[in-house]
């Protein structure tokens, strides 16, 4: 009996603290794929998210990532797999915030409960001023060489200039 209590307790624990493990601004989902049809538990899914540049306004990322299914990907016990797509486009003039130095993190998000995590870092082509975005997947002990990346050059946009991304660069 006190063994039940012991998972019992352990697993309220884990529900309790999944919330604050969640990322604080979270992109919008745009659609999910079903990928592998289960069943009896939750079926495997690709997911299409889009999260606008944190620093650089009139740049978003579009980005797909696989959903684990059935009952250990519905809880969250189970490790996300590595692979992310990732398409980044300027959707308005762009107006960049902050120097910001090359490789600097834009989003982050958990692939497992502890040690798995996928990134985007943006950095800057600054002899062509091309924004350059990078998504790719650590952990702990072992990352993942699975990455992709996109491109952003910098246009006009109606009648206002193009910044150069290079006089951003610390």
Known sequence: MSLIRTIAAAAMTICMAAPALAQSDDPE????????????????????????????????????????????????????????????RQTGPVKIKAKFEQG??????????????????????????????????DKLIEGSPQNSTSTVPIMPWGNLPAPKCGEFLK
């Open 104 to 137: 600097v993190d834009i989003y982050q998000q958990r692939r497992s409960l502890f040690f798995k995590k996928m990134q985007i870092v943006r950095g800057c082509d600054p002899k062509r001023n091309v924004l350059v975005y990078l998504a790719y997947t």
């Open 29 to 88: 989902l745009l659609f999910k794929k079903t990928t592998v049809w289960r069943l009896l538990s939750p079926d495997a899914k690709l997911a299409t998210y889009v999260i606008d540049d944190p620093d650089v306004e009139g740049v978003a990322c579009y980005f797909t990532v696989p959903e684990i299914g059935g009952w250990s990907g519905w809880a969250g016990f189970a490790e996300e797999r590595s692979e992310t797509s990732l398409a980044c």
